[in-house]
């Protein structure tokens, strides 16, 4: 660990009579703050001498007082913070925190009333900025109703590509839509229209994470860091004034958060740069989260694994249920007396299966949905029980299993889906992590489908976050790994609680099988729900045409087979899935065994090519070998992707073993046709490498002494 702090004296601090003024370490960025002749806080953020941030407006709202107005600033203070840390997991080794600290005191101006006091934090970076706010205990309320926060963001000075989805308080399993302020209520009309189930928020708001691209061209995506004891924030447009405010999502009583002083907010986030490859590489969200609470990581385990899941989306008939007589004989509940309906995959010999192909793979774990008891009524949504997270299926013997795969070197991963049901899954959590670890499971799968129980909660409210963090600090106890779906969006608390190995969160893999991904939803991902944390997108899906199941399917996946190995480094995470059946694997097994070979922890990353909703080029290092891989996808669109492999070390020869899409590939008409060939690089090489319409490529680089002495 390297630290080094500097107090500084505060810069410019003379503008107007109480202007407080801060640059980044590079002198790229500014931040001025002050308060207008109401007293009310703003801000504005410049870079490299353009306006990002016109004047915007700070401030909180409760019943029992508001912190917007009626402000002086008593004190300011400045700190700058250059150290160093050491991730669990990630796309680095290690991780620079270089930033400027400004801390503005503010207090009522004299004669009003109620007093008040907050301090304005704001942290400026080199690539970007994050602020928040923090209340300390007041005189006249310790307790406060929120009812608003007044954080703009004022793009006043043109109207930026925004790349977005509709704001929502249950779901952000959407397509994202490429607009400007003034097309926006034409994008969000069109939400209302295809998404018939939505829970869209009428009006103008959008999600975050949020990605602008000004006509400069600015990058500039907007999210939250930390949050913790509050609501998740959304976004509420302005086209006339090209401005965005928050907007936290709240009870079903209308009321934003419940929050007892001292209360620091989440971090609210900007990551700017005029490259977009500084968006993907930021980790300014990680570094404005607490470090690490668990003292000993070691039995935290970044891993791959195959599923018993897929089955169920692709036409097989199968089914998460193990009766069909259930509802016909409600008065029995012991399965055993209930007939199996023949269609349920997550059963001893089908999942013994699995483990047999993942451990000839060298694939660490193996996902069982659909192991236990409840799911015959599951979308109910009505029952104050619905899962039983101790009671397997009288099909899945998980005794055996569980050895099975032990003496396979394979472990299994547990599935807990609550059906919303977030508090009954708090009743029954202790007993389900006991039970985990009683039969040698160390990592879940928790899911919340549907409309959250208690009633008055929605999945980004306040209730729900504070959920999500219980549950994964009682997970870290038990010494039990996370990947949720379903859960609050994430916002880098990963690296406080690394046992939460990611998330969806987000529209994933799953829905190939139910109208397909465009392929330039993953060349926008990265840009915008990734720089929370890392996703369970689901990668590696080589039967692209579900009609090849029969079952009168007929949907086709927006991708090659290619792009499916490209997509474990352009969407990267600590807990990736090779999603598709083994007997899919096996047909396609030289392809397969890129999946095999690649890494999901990283000691370095090189974004070489990017550009949102066009395409991704990334180098990564692994951290266990000096193994590189090369990853690049594409839109729907061919293109030459630009590999320069100057970050190889000088005069070392590489193996460079590449996937590549075949020259009349086409994620419409020859998905699965690609081709694998090697040559010798190094760090001269500069790879002119095309890639099909909604194609990618794949590549292993192995030191070429490490690769001869392999092949022996």
Same mark, same amino acid.
């Given at each position: 660990?390297?630290?080094?702090?500097?107090?500084?004296?505060?810069?410019?601090?003379?503008? %107007?009579?109480?202007?407080?003024? +801060?640059?980044?370490?590079?002198?790229?960025?500014?931040?001025?703050?002050?308060?207008?002749?109401?007293?009310?806080?703003? !801000?504005?953020?410049?870079?490299?001498?353009?306006?990002?941030?016109?004047?915007?407006?700070?401030?909180?709202?409760?019943?029992?007082?508001?912190?917007?107005?009626? $402000?002086?600033?008593?004190?300011?203070?400045?700190?700058?913070?250059?150290?160093?840390?050491?991730?669990?997991?990630?796309?680095?080794? #290690?991780?620079?925190?270089?930033?400027?600290?400004?801390?503005?005191?503010?207090?009522?101006?004299?004669? /009003?009333?109620?007093?008040?006091?907050?301090?304005?934090?704001?942290?400026?970076?080199?690539?970007?900025?994050?602020?928040?706010?923090?209340?300390?205990?007041?005189?006249?309320?310790?307790?406060?109703?929120?009812?608003?926060?007044?954080?703009? $963001?004022?793009?006043?000075?043109?109207?930026?590509?925004?790349?977005?989805?509709?704001?929502?308080?249950?779901?952000?399993?959407?397509?994202?839509?490429?607009?400007?302020?003034?097309?926006?209520?034409?994008?969000?009309?069109?939400?209302?229209?295809?998404?018939?189930?939505?829970?869209?928020?009428?009006?103008?708001?959008?999600?975050?994470?949020?990605?602008?691209?000004?006509?400069?061209?600015?990058? +500039?995506?907007?999210?939250?860091?930390?949050?913790?004891?509050?609501?998740?924030?959304?976004?509420?447009?302005?086209? #006339?004034?090209?401005?965005?405010?928050?907007?936290?999502?709240?009870?079903?009583?209308?009321?934003?958060?419940?929050?007892?002083?001292?209360?620091?907010?989440?971090?609210?986030?900007?990551?700017?740069?005029?490259?977009?490859?500084?968006?993907?590489?930021?980790?300014?969200?990680?570094?404005?989260?607490?470090?690490?609470?668990?003292?000993?990581?070691?039995?935290?385990?970044?891993?791959?694994?195959?599923?018993?899941?897929?089955?169920?989306?692709?036409?097989?008939?199968?089914?998460?249920?193990?009766?069909?007589?259930?509802?016909?004989?409600?008065?029995?509940?012991?399965?055993?007396?209930?007939?199996?309906?023949?269609?349920?995959?997550?059963?001893?010999?089908?999942?013994?299966?699995?483990?047999? $192909?993942?451990?000839?793979?060298?694939?660490?774990?193996?996902?069982?949905?659909?192991?236990?008891?409840?799911?015959?009524?599951?979308?109910?949504?009505?029952?104050?029980?619905? $899962?039983?997270?101790?009671?397997?299926?009288?099909?899945?013997? +998980?005794?055996?299993?569980?050895?099975?795969?032990?003496?396979?070197?394979?472990?299994?991963?547990?599935?807990?889906?609550?059906?919303?049901?977030?508090?009954?899954?708090?009743?029954?959590?202790?007993?389900?992590?006991?039970?985990?670890?009683?039969?040698?499971?160390?990592?879940?799968?928790?899911?919340?489908?549907?409309?959250?129980?208690?009633?008055?909660?929605?999945?980004?409210?306040?209730?729900?976050?504070?959920?999500?963090?219980?549950?994964?600090?009682?997970?870290?106890?038990?010494?039990?790994? +996370?990947?949720?779906?379903?859960?609050?969006?994430?916002?880098?608390?990963?690296?406080?609680?690394?046992?939460?190995?990611?998330?969806?969160?987000?529209?994933?893999?799953?829905?190939?099988?139910? %109208?397909?991904?465009?392929?330039?939803?993953?060349?926008?991902?990265?840009?915008?729900?990734?720089?929370?944390?890392?996703?369970? !997108?689901?990668?590696?899906?080589?039967?692209?045409?579900?009609?090849?199941? %029969?079952?009168?399917?007929?949907?086709?996946?927006? /991708?090659?087979?290619?792009?499916?190995?490209?997509?474990?480094? /352009?969407?990267? #995470?600590?807990?990736?899935?090779?999603?598709?059946?083994?007997?899919?694997?096996?047909?396609?097994?030289?392809?397969?065994?890129?999946?095999?070979?690649?890494?999901?922890?990283?000691?370095?990353?090189?974004?070489?090519?990017?550009?949102?909703?066009?395409?991704?080029?990334?180098?990564?290092?692994?951290?266990?070998?000096?193994?590189?891989?090369?990853?690049?996808? /594409?839109?729907?669109?061919?293109?030459?992707?630009?590999?320069?492999?100057?970050?190889?070390?000088?005069?070392?020869?590489?193996?460079?073993?590449?996937?590549?899409?075949?020259?009349?590939?086409?994620?419409?008409?020859?998905?699965?046709?690609?081709?694998?060939?090697?040559?010798?690089?190094?760090?001269?090489?500069?790879?002119?490498?095309?890639?099909?319409?909604?194609?990618?490529?794949?590549?292993?680089?192995?030191?070429?002494?490490?690769?001869?002495?392999?092949?022996?």
């Amino acid at each position: 660990m390297n630290n080094r702090f500097y107090l500084l004296p505060l810069l410019a601090a003379s503008i %107007g009579a109480s202007a407080a003024v +801060i640059t980044s370490p590079s002198g790229n960025f500014t931040l001025e703050v002050d308060v207008d002749g109401a007293g009310a806080p703003y !801000y504005s953020l410049d870079y490299k001498g353009r306006k990002v941030v016109s004047k915007s407006g700070l401030g909180l709202l409760a019943d029992e007082m508001a912190f917007d107005k009626g $402000f002086v600033i008593t004190g300011t203070d400045t700190t700058t913070v250059d150290r160093t840390w050491e991730p669990v997991w990630g796309e680095y080794a #290690s991780i620079r925190d270089h930033f400027r600290e400004l801390a503005v005191d503010l207090e009522s101006a004299p004669g /009003t009333s109620p007093e008040r006091k907050m301090t304005l934090r704001f942290r400026l970076f080199d690539d970007g900025l994050g602020f928040r706010y923090e209340l300390p205990r007041q005189d006249k309320a310790n307790y406060l109703t929120l009812r608003r926060e007044s954080t703009e $963001f004022d793009f006043g000075h043109e109207d930026p590509t925004l790349f977005c989805i509709p704001g929502d308080y249950d779901t952000d399993e959407y397509l994202f839509s490429e607009t400007t302020f003034g097309g926006l209520a034409e994008a969000m009309a069109s939400y209302r229209g295809r998404h018939t189930e939505s829970q869209a928020v009428e009006g103008l708001s959008v999600q975050t994470p949020l990605l602008l691209k000004t006509s400069d061209p600015l990058y +500039i995506n907007i999210h939250e860091a930390a949050l913790d004891g509050y609501p998740a924030m959304l976004l509420d447009a302005d086209p #006339s004034g090209k401005k965005l405010s928050a907007h936290l999502v709240p009870d079903r009583l209308g009321v934003r958060a419940y929050l007892q002083l001292p209360f620091n907010t989440p971090w609210r986030t900007l990551i700017v740069s005029d490259d977009a490859r500084d968006i993907l590489a930021s980790q300014l969200v990680l570094n404005l989260n607490e470090p690490c609470k668990i003292e000993d990581t070691s039995w935290i385990t970044p891993m791959k694994f195959v599923g018993v899941w897929w089955e169920m989306f692709t036409g097989h008939k199968k089914t998460w249920a193990y009766s069909d007589d259930y509802r016909a004989k409600p008065g029995i509940t012991d399965y055993s007396k209930l007939p199996s309906n023949g269609r349920h995959p997550a059963n001893t010999a089908n999942v013994m299966k699995y483990i047999d $192909f993942a451990a000839k793979h060298n694939i660490p774990g193996v996902l069982v949905e659909g192991w236990n008891e409840g799911w015959e009524d599951w979308c109910s949504y009505r029952k104050n029980r619905q $899962f039983l997270f101790d009671k397997p299926y009288p099909d899945f013997d +998980i005794d055996s299993l569980t050895s099975y795969a032990a003496s396979k070197g394979v472990k299994l991963i547990m599935h807990h889906e609550t059906a919303a049901n977030a508090a009954d899954y708090e009743r029954q959590l202790e007993r389900a992590f006991s039970y985990m670890k009683e039969k040698g499971y160390d990592a879940v799968k928790t899911g919340y489908v549907g409309a959250i129980i208690p009633r008055s909660e929605h999945h980004t409210s306040q209730w729900m976050v504070d959920h999500a963090r219980h549950v994964i600090e009682r997970a870290a106890a038990y010494r039990i790994m +996370i990947d949720s779906h379903e859960a609050p969006r994430p916002t880098g608390l990963c690296r406080t609680w690394p046992n939460w190995l990611a998330q969806e969160s987000a529209r994933g893999g799953e829905f190939e099988s139910m %109208g397909g991904n465009p392929p330039s939803h993953t060349c926008i991902l990265p840009f915008t729900r990734l720089k929370g944390g890392p996703m369970d !997108y689901t990668p590696g899906l080589f039967q692209t045409d579900l009609s090849y199941y %029969g079952e009168g399917k007929t949907v086709k996946a927006g /991708t090659t087979l290619v792009r499916q190995l490209a997509l474990y480094l /352009t969407m990267p #995470s600590p807990l990736q899935m090779a999603c598709d059946l083994p007997e899919n694997y096996e047909r396609f097994a030289d392809a397969f065994q890129f999946i095999e070979d690649v890494p999901v922890d990283w000691r370095d990353s090189r974004y070489l090519e990017a550009e949102p909703g066009r395409h991704i080029t990334v180098a990564r290092l692994d951290k266990a070998s000096d193994d590189w891989y090369v990853g690049a996808v /594409t839109d729907e669109n061919a293109r030459k992707a630009l590999i320069d492999l100057s970050f190889l070390p000088k005069g070392v020869k590489y193996e460079a073993t590449i996937y590549e899409d075949a020259p009349d590939a086409d994620y419409r008409t020859n998905p699965q046709a690609y081709r694998i060939r090697r040559q010798t690089v190094d760090s001269r090489t500069k790879l002119r490498q095309p890639l099909a319409p909604g194609g990618g490529v794949a590549i292993r680089l192995q030191p070429r002494d490490k690769a001869l002495a392999a092949k022996k």
